[in-house]
Structures are given as C-alpha cells and as structure tokens.
C-alpha cells in the first residue's frame, strides 16, 4: 500500500509555470507506476500524464502534451508535475495516482492524494 500527498499548486497568470509534487509513502515507491489526473468544477476527472513504475515511459493527453513534464525520483519517492505556458482551462484540482508495477496509462490506478488546487487567472 502507498499514501500520496500532493503539493505545489496555488494561483499562477497565464503563461506562468508551477510544479507539483507527489511524496509517497513506503519503500517501494520503484514499484509503482505514477499519474496525474485533475478535475475543473463541474467536470469530471480527466488523465493528464503518467509515467511507468520504470521511468522508461511517459504519456500526456493532448490538452498538456509539449507544456507539462511529468519525472519521478525514486530516491525521494517523489514524482513531479512541470506545467508551463498554463492556460486558464489548466485550472483544477490535480490529483497523484498510483498503480502497482504500472506502465505508462490512464487506467487502473488504485491508491490516490487528496488533491492540490491550480489556479489559472486571466
């Protein structure tokens, strides 16, 4: 099992950067693949990024694809969240997600955080 604790939003302008952080609990945090996820007021979650419990592979949805990063350090049982060029619609709370021996999908993610909130003001 894992705990995740997300860290790093807060208000930003368009065109700002912020990154996010995920810390995980345990020692087998190498074990796990990693996402991102994010739900805006009333819509639904959606994927954003994720990254194998390798390291090896990534996958963006398209919204984020060229401005966010998403890279994980296992030494510090962290993964992380780059945004950049942000726009208003990146405005949301954004959740970390875990999967144990995960590749790189927006599927099947058992263990969540409580959510970082991303603002993106105009």
């Known amino acids: 099992q894992v705990q995740l604790v997300e860290s790093g939003g807060g208000l930003v302008q368009v065109g700002g950067s912020l990154r996010l952080s995920c810390a995980a609990s345990?020692?087998?945090?190498?074990?796990?693949?990693m996402g991102w996820f994010r739900q805006a007021p009333g819509k639904e979650r959606e994927f954003v990024t994720a990254i194998s419990f390798r390291g090896d592979s990534t996958y963006y949805a398209d919204s984020v694809k060229g401005r966010f990063t998403i890279s994980r350090d296992n030494a510090e049982n962290t993964v992380y969240l780059q945004m950049n060029s942000l726009k208003p619609e990146d405005t949301a709370v954004y959740y970390c997600a875990a999967k144990l021996y995960g590749l790189a999908t927006m599927t099947n993610y058992r263990y969540w955080g409580q959510g970082t909130q991303v603002t993106v003001s105009s």
């Open positions: 345990g020692r087998t945090f190498s074990s796990y693949g």
